[in-house]
């Protein structure tokens, strides 16, 4: 028990540690990037002398507006966060479950030629196709935003979910089962997902990341209020509390993900 | 080679001519602006139309696949490059390198990769030739983009390292590296060639998002990324506008089919 | 005979029915982005402008159609001691929407409160002629006189900007004068307006104003997204529709389109002749030569930047001041005319010389340089785009980089590190003295060299004396005169060189009556209190 306690507290600590550095990371490189210390405000003609010194001397002190509220939107960062977290969670979460379906469904089924040439003309067009576009299309074609995101994740998971399952399917272990008449389900579930299981897992926690970079060009061109649109909003604006605090958060959640799906990976025995 | 195979090769070698000859076929320039002929229809004269600047579809299509082909494949062999490294050793070696490597990996992929994209671009000279700038956005996309991979890179090592031909080959008395580098990678074929084919028009779609920003290479230069950019607007949209999204689809089933190590049946 | 009357009789019924049916209704149009702020005298941008004018009640209203001024909450206004003072008679009876009265008090404190040095307002910079706040006196409930310590030149013009505020009210902001007021705001979602049951206007048969229930301001930055939405009929209007669409949408049974002609906004492109700029001594040299400036400007064709990008719903440009600004305008300058032999004997003037199709100054330098946009504006790139080819004609080789904004103002107002700009610049105001630190040479915002501590050229000199002396000028016609001068020097010299002044293009739907489309900002909804929404539409 104190051993799983302090294992936990070390995990806890590694997390917030780079989280953090995350946080600095970021801070460094808005501070240092062109454009840091620009406003729009300074073109505009109507402004006299003293006000341009005054809108000057705000980037001077980049924090002007309080560590906890956003410069350029000119809210408080955790209500922002607090009304737009929901919306990308649901649409995130609805794209994941689609397209880990979808992709595990269509690998499975790949066995079949005619099924593998189908699903793989449709994953490759898929895949070339820019998120905006396909946002683009969807919305024009009355469909709802939700779509995008498993249309986007579909084909870099079935690639590789298929591409394993391939794999397994030619192991010594998996042909003797077919010789012995394993039935196609118990081959699948009982011993081909089993051994593709730690880079499916892996690839589980990745593909939540990749979800979130995809919801960026969704929710900003298909105005979407969502964490997605706050990024790329705080990006162009060079909001600085406001892409700390996100780079903590994305931080903190990329960690959760990829430690559970490192929990849950079947252990490979001693280490080498 | 089979015969899906052989026609795709031959498909992929006119694509592959076709672009490297865009340039010397008389008439044919991706940049000349026809100023009487915007957004023409197909005809003889332009078998893709022309878009509204009137320049010819065909010829900007033929002049991006060459660009946007070889960098994007190159920026995609560097990526996987960089997480079979770091996924293949953090993989195998476990303990606190393995930590470490995997704390460096969630730290790439929490930070805004578009705020740095965006500096880098904004502190290239102003005159900087737009292959420079289009090579320099690559090599930026690469260094980024091993993050993802080098996940599932390292989630695939850790479940071969103890299997019995590692433990068979250790006791032959190969050195580590030797057993990553000869035996436990190349098992991961699989896993690092559906990396690549899906990293090769990620790359392109990356380039392209960067397109619709209007960060792409510069005028009149044409890339597939900001070929692309058409299709931002469906009310004007022609089926000609899609070709550029069909050739990198074309182009990426034909290499599937035709390279040995078979990737999947398409 | 009495099927007639009949008839006749049914029809006037109808259309009484339809009349009536047409008071009412949402109207639904979007927003670029959040406003930034409710209070009407920070607003900095166009999202926080549309709130204002739509809850905003001003003293003062300039016409967008007529381009008159017209009284407002002040019945007259009378201004005095050589511009220094206005004096204002007020309304009576009006309330504001929360029912508080509105008196002369009210008018002075928004002015104490616009003219405090600490809110650094872009509303307020334009009255400040002195260092001394002004004074203001309350005479009576309905008399107030401000007055300035210098002559504030078209000084009843700007209260058009200026929203009054109520001193008493509880509702602080909230409470309002215009035509509608805030009733809900979701950030990044929309603003909902309501209709002010206070609002003092009246048509001409004594019905309050306006017609309107509500006015719901939808968040949407993409502009396809906003034209597929217009298209379902979510959307009732858009206030600028791209030129590109301008035509498909001609076509569209339920809309209706609008060509105002020329807006406000004039595409522009300049060399940066600032001495400190980090750039080549020689490419320097080139940018401060009048010949080159004029050579290049001759070499654009901007017929074609008309016909292609604007499908010709645009004008190629020839001065600082837009058409569309009918007093102010110096009618006599034609642009720049496109002219490619001219533009080189221009060159070889200047000693350049053009050799196997590429140009060289008189060091054999290769005349090459960078011209900078913000991205993703594809218009800009377009022009950029034409603007490129244009100049192999000269043998000049440019190359087109499209950065972000934030880095493109870095370069433009704090670096230098630029060659030369592609830009577009709006005239919010009619008024010339709202471009003064434009031209003043010791400006910031005096853009192709800015912070000037003496004028570096006799015509900027004489540019910095013009603009001073229309500013202290009261009568327009003398003022007109002195302006007319600073256009005629500024096509001569060519520090900007104008390209084209875009027309104003709108859509609407046919639900919507009385809409009056305007070359002017808010030109869709600029008479937003007499917009009807019908459930009929009418017939093509």
Known sequence: ?272 | MSLRARIAAVVLGLILMASLCADWIPGMSYAQQHRDATSAAPSLRYPLGTDDLGRDRLARLLSATRISLLLAAAAAVGALVLASVAGGVAGYCGGWLDRCIVRAIDLMLSIPWLLLLLAVRALLPLNASPVASLVLTYALLAALGWASPARVVRAGVRNFRNSEFVLQARAEGCTETRVLLRHVLPNLKPTLLAQFWTSVPVFILSEANLGFLGLSAGEPFPTWGSLLRELQSPLLLRPEAFAPAAAIAITLLCFKMVTPWGGSQV | MTRRIFQTAAAVLALGASLAAQTGGELRFCLRADPKTFDPQRVEDDNSETVRYITGGVLLHVNRKTQELTPELATSWKIDQQGRRITFHLRRGVSFSDGTPFTADDVAYTMTRLMDPALHSATADPFRSSDAPPTIAVTGADTVAITFGAPVSGLERLFDQVAILSKTSPKKLTAVLGPFYVADYKAGVEVLLARNPNYWKQDASGKKLPYLDRVHLQIQQNRDMELIRFRRGEVDLINSVDPEVFEQLAHQTSATVSDAGASLESEMMWFNQSPAAPIAAYKKAWFVSKEFRRAVSEAINREDLCKVIYKGHAQPAASLISPANRFWVNSTLRPHAFDVDGALRRLQQAGFAKRGGQLYDREGHAVEFSLMTNAGNRTREKMAAMIQQDLQSLGIKLNVSTLDFPSLIERMTQSFNYEACLLALTNLDLDPSAQMNVWLSSSSDHQWNPNQKTPATSWEAEIDKLMRAQTSEVRPEKRKELFDRVQQIVWEEAPFLYLVNKNSLMAFSRQLRNVAPAAIQPQAFWNIETIQKSTLVAER
């Open chain 1, 1 to 272: 028990m104190g051993r799983g306690l302090r294992k936990l507290a070390r995990q806890v600590g590694a997390v917030a540690a780079t989280a953090i550095l995350g946080g600095l990371l970021t801070a460094a490189l808005v501070r240092n990037s062109p454009g840091a210390d620009s406003d729009e405000r300074l073109l505009d003609p109507r402004l006299d002398a003293a006000s341009i010194a005054a809108i000057r001397a705000e980037h001077t002190n980049f924090l002007h507006a309080g560590f906890w509220r956003s410069p350029s939107l000119n809210r408080p960062i955790s209500d922002l966060i607090a009304a737009r977290l929901p919306v990308t969670l649901r649409l995130i979460g609805i794209g994941l479950l689609a397209a880990w379906g979808a992709a595990l469904l269509l690998a499975i089924l790949s066995r079949n030629a005619a099924f593998a040439g189908i699903a793989g003309v449709a994953s490759a067009c898929t895949l070339c196709l820019p998120s905006a576009v396909l946002a683009i299309l969807v919305f024009s074609l009355g469909g709802p935003v939700g779509v995008v995101i498993p249309l986007v994740l579909f084909p870099r998971i079935f690639e590789t979910v298929r591409n394993l399952l391939e794999h397994a399917y030619t192991l010594p272990h998996i042909l003797t089962a077919r010789a012995k008449g394993v039935s196609t389900a118990g081959i699948l579930l009982r011993h081909a997902l089993p051994v593709c299981a730690p880079e499916l897992l892996a690839l589980a926690g990745v593909s939540a990341i990749m979800a979130f970079g995809a919801a960026i060009p969704v929710e900003t061109l298909c105005d979407v209020p969502g964490l997605g649109q706050l990024a790329w909003k705080a990006a162009t604006a060079r909001d600085l509390p406001l892409l700390v605090t996100l780079t903590l958060l994305i931080a903190i959640a990329t960690q959760v993900v990829n430690a559970a799906a490192d929990w849950l990976t079947p252990s490979t025995g001693q280490a080498a």
